[in-house]
């Protein structure tokens, strides 16, 4: 059963991170309006379950009103809200208290952090470290997403992929971060580890009306279908990729498609997300949008 509803409030970001799912940077297009969360929040209000949501991107409070309006009306209908953040606003720990203090007057229940090597480097007094004492200050309950650049360690004469704090291999992390590392046969990666297919607790929801199930993996539209009506009708077997993976993982979906393997992938998200890309013309319904996979969109016909 659906509970909570992560809006991917904007693709845009201040940085552009190797790690990143879903390819943000600055300037990137798909942003939600005041309007389209509020219809969204309707709907879900309608939906049994649902009690959270989130708002993320990108970085979502590069559009900070549009941000707090959308918690405001979030707990207005009774959501619990938080949301993720890489604390770039933080200058100040007085600065990071001014701009908390209206989310905490909201009822902010959450903010996660974005706090490592890869955004700010070492250091006591980086933007996040800032945010979370002033967040300690007003009674905000935090959480910290550190991820490190992944690198190889030798020890005991066996080569091993060490990614603290967990690099997922897909969108740009694919592109940017893997090499260099071991590989593993193909073959093993026989299921999704991170995500239910078959009973999504959790979905992402873009600007272009995506659901997704995992970045790049659509179970629908809501600016085509009424969002109640794809949560309710949702079946991972009738669906021509989440089926496929939800069965036999990765590895299933290189086999149902014929992909041609490399001599192996770093982790299952590679293999899955090395697969996926080459069916985005295929199921551009299904895998979308295409930024996500770091393809320009189609040309216009005509």
Known sequence: ?????????????????????????????????????????DDLAEIQGVDTVYF????????????????????????????????????????????????????????????????????EDTPPKRAIRAA?????DTGVLSTQRPHVTDGDGTRATTTAGGVMFRGRAVEKLTGGLPLKDWRQFDECPHEDL?????????????????QGLSMGCILEKPLREIVEKYDAASHPIAGVLAEGGPAGLAEEFGHACSEGYVDACHLCYEVRKTLVDKYPEHLCPRQVYGLAPPAPTG
């Open 1 to 41: 059963m659906l509970k909570a509803v992560h809006f991917l409030l904007t693709y845009a970001c201040n940085f552009e991170c190797d790690h990143c799912f879903v390819y943000s940077r600055p300037g990137a297009k798909g942003t939600f309006t005041i309007g389209m969360i509020r219809s969204v929040l």
């Open 136 to 140: 300690a200050t007003l009674g905000i």
């Open 56 to 123: 993320e991107g990108g970085e979502p409070a590069l559009y900070y009103a549009t941000m707090l309006e959308g918690i405001r009306m979030a707990r207005s209908k009774g959501f619990r809200a938080g949301i993720v953040t890489n604390a770039y606003w933080a200058i100040s720990e007085e600065d990071a208290e001014a701009w908390l203090q209206p989310l905490a007057d909201l009822g902010l229940m959450k903010m996660s952090v974005s706090d490592d090597d890869l955004h700010y480097g070492a250091g």
């Open 198 to 214: 078959r009973n999504p607790q959790r979905v992402h929801l873009d600007a272009y009306g995506h659901m997704h199930l995992c």
